[in-house]
């Protein structure tokens, strides 16, 4: 399917997540009739909606105090969106064209000579993925013992047994945070050194529930409908052994999804999209960027969802500044 070239969509936005589907909430009501791109389910673990839709009992978003499963969230989201007149597709973006104006927006054959969707303005709303040791079980166990994420799941970790994967900073401070409620936690590190900053080494060093098991990589996580326990090897001796723990917290880092805008949008070195402060335009007048696509610092849904409300409406002025 190729775009009409009568067919100009004021907005497009490119991916489905929180973010995503609040900025397609904002335009619709602002009258926009967004088109939402909201990709497809991968192999790779990409998933309309986002991260959400790996994750199981989400406690911790405003306006739920009984909490509400991480599907059943974005499905709500999704609907909403809808009603006030969003349309979505469930393609994935194979190209964008951002060299002019409107935009050009190709899905499965990004080798076409005609884009498949126009576009005045692109919200970009691609999220970024939680690298993973890329195990057997591990995505079957993700929100059922395995998390990328202390801030969101710790609270269920109460009193028992977790272990943290990483050396980083992020890795200590998801194994510092994690002692709030965990009884003990075990730093799984492949190397006899840690990569974090000296003062975040300090910190971790310092707490009494802080373990560390060095040269060591974990090699499966064992359990049938929720985790129960890590086998794990020496990297020198090739030692196996098993880990009782009651949960797994992988901090190896985050992968941005912006392949898609390489040589066209401003990037950080870690592939982080930039965007003006105050507000979501990137450097390509009428592209904004909006969620964990720009974001490596908090990486919240709710933080998500606020960044797409502000994508929206600096999409909405931007848009009326040309009219």
Not at 49 to 54: E, F, S, T
Not at 301 to 319: K, P, V
């Amino acid at each position: 399917m190729n775009a009409n070239p009568g067919d100009i969509r004021e907005v497009a936005i490119i991916g489905s997540g929180p973010a995503g589907l609040t900025a397609a909430i904002y335009t619709a009501r602002a009258s926009l009739e967004p088109l939402v791109i909201e990709g497809e389910p991968s192999s790779t673990g990409d998933q309309p909606g986002g991260q959400l839709m790996l994750t199981t009992e989400v406690e911790n978003f405003p306006g739920f105090p009984d909490g509400i499963m991480g599907p059943e969230l974005m499905m709500n989201c999704r609907a909403q969106a809808e009603r006030f007149g969003a349309v979505l597709r469930t393609e994935k973006v194979s190209r964008v064209d951002l060299s002019a104006r409107p935009f050009g927006i190709w899905v499965q054959n990004p080798d076409a000579d005609q884009p498949t969707y126009l576009a005045k303005s692109i919200i970009i709303s691609t999220g970024a993925k939680a690298l993973m040791l890329d195990l057997e079980n591990e995505q079957r166990l993700i929100g059922r013992g395995v998390s990328t994420c202390a801030t969101c799941d710790g609270f269920f970790f109460r009193d028992v047994d977790i272990a943290v994967v990483g050396g980083g900073d992020s890795a200590m401070e998801e194994a510092i945070f994690l002692t709030k409620f965990a009884r003990s936690v075990t730093i799984v590190h492949r190397r006899e050194e840690l990569r974090a900053s000296q003062i975040m080494q300090d910190r971790a060093r310092a707490n009494p529930k802080i373990k560390f098991l060095w040269n060591t990589v974990v090699t499966d996580v064992l359990g049938d409908s929720s985790m129960t326990g890590l086998v794990v090897e020496n990297v020198h001796t090739g030692d196996k052994s098993t880990l009782d723990v009651s949960g797994l917290f992988v901090a190896i880092g985050h992968r941005p999804n912006t392949d898609l805008f390489k040589g066209q949008l401003e990037m950080k070195d870690n592939g982080y999209l930039i965007t003006r402060s105050p507000g979501t335009q990137t450097n390509v007048e009428g592209v904004f960027a909006c969620g964990d696509v720009q974001d490596e610092t908090y990486r919240q849904a709710i933080t998500a969802a606020g960044s797409g409300c502000a994508a929206a409406m600096d999409a909405e002025r931007w848009l009326e500044s040309q009219h």
